[in-house]
């Protein structure tokens, strides 16, 4: 059913209750229903996951940041590979008024395409799992990197770092290149890597002189029945990336956040194993969270 939470900013929606049309997939963030045989309506909600476990206090605003983002880096990115929209597709067309109404400005329909089963990681930076991985081995994802490199250190240069994509509830684990290619064929992993690498490079760029810094960010493909690779799901947004204030950024330290990485600080402080159910969240950080998320967006679109 339907659940809204209010906080200081407003009225939240923690699950989407569309009738009209089928559910077929409950992720951790998106609703999604079947819009025919060849297209699905995707609605972002104000749920946020941490460490990989769906947080029972959602995130006001939150899902209308990242439809509005990544519909912004998907038109930019259009040259350089196709995407999921399907601009033709009316919401109207589809819905009821009230169901509108509850979708309005979180809600896009897409073309359904295979997804690929990995995460595909860039990270410019060492931060997350990969610096814990660093420290452990001085290798992300197999990939060695020079000794000596702090927290948030910037990389040589930007790496390719891809992840097992685990069942909601479950958390993604890292795997190394070959193992990529073992499950896809050497040939759309490569295609793989040299996508999210450029795509994070050309974002990264665009970002810096807007003031922030994306220390990491993940991506999801799929492919068409001709094979075509396709970008997919949600693209740079603060929940799929790590955003820094580039004024304030110094290495050594885990740097402030426009991202839900003020949401893992804050659980990091707790005694939770990190499986569900998680702990509540004070309404002060889920405020704070979602300003920030707003803030990159006028940042990023302005």
């Not at 460490?51 to 940041?65: E, M, N, Q, T, W």
């Amino acid at each position: 059913m339907s659940t809204a939470h209010t906080a200081a900013t407003g009225s939240a929606l923690f699950e989407s209750n569309i009738t009209s049309l089928p559910r077929i997939h409950r992720g951790k963030v998106r609703d999604i229903y079947a819009v025919g045989d060849r297209h699905m309506l995707i609605v972002t909600t104000d749920r946020l996951s941490a460490f990989d476990v769906i947080l029972s206090d959602p995130i006001p605003g939150k899902g209308a940041v990242l439809t509005a983002l990544t519909e912004f880096w998907m038109q930019r990115f259009s040259k350089l590979l196709p995407n999921q929209m399907a601009p033709e597709m009316r919401l109207e067309d589809w819905l009821t008024p009230a169901e509108l109404e509850q979708c309005r400005g979180r809600a896009v329909i897409v073309r359904k395409l295979k997804a690929l089963p990995i995460e595909c990681v860039a990270r410019g930076y060492l931060i997350g799992s990969g610096w814990k991985d660093y420290q452990k081995t001085g290798a992300v994802c197999g990939i060695a990197l020079p000794p000596g490199l702090r927290i948030a250190d910037r990389l040589p240069e930007p790496i390719f770092t891809p992840a097992d994509k685990a069942p909601v509830g479950q958390h993604d684990e890292n795997i190394d290149y070959a193992e990529v290619e073992r499950r896809i064929g050497a040939d759309l992993a490569a295609q793989l890597r040299d996508t999210t690498l450029r795509i994070y490079q050309e974002a990264a760029g665009f970002a810096l002189a807007r003031g922030i810094i994306i220390a990491d960010t993940k991506f999801e493909f799929g492919v068409d029945e001709a094979g075509t690779l396709h970008l997919i799901d949600e693209v740079l947004t603060p929940d799929s990336s790590r955003f820094w204030p580039a004024d304030t950024y110094r290495p050594g330290i885990s740097p402030p956040s426009f991202d839900k990485q003020i949401v893992r600080d804050y659980l990091e402080t707790l005694s939770w194993n990190k499986q569900a159910p998680a702990p509540p969240l004070p309404d002060s950080v889920a405020q704070h969270t979602g300003d920030q998320y707003r803030l990159a967006q006028r940042l990023l679109m302005s």
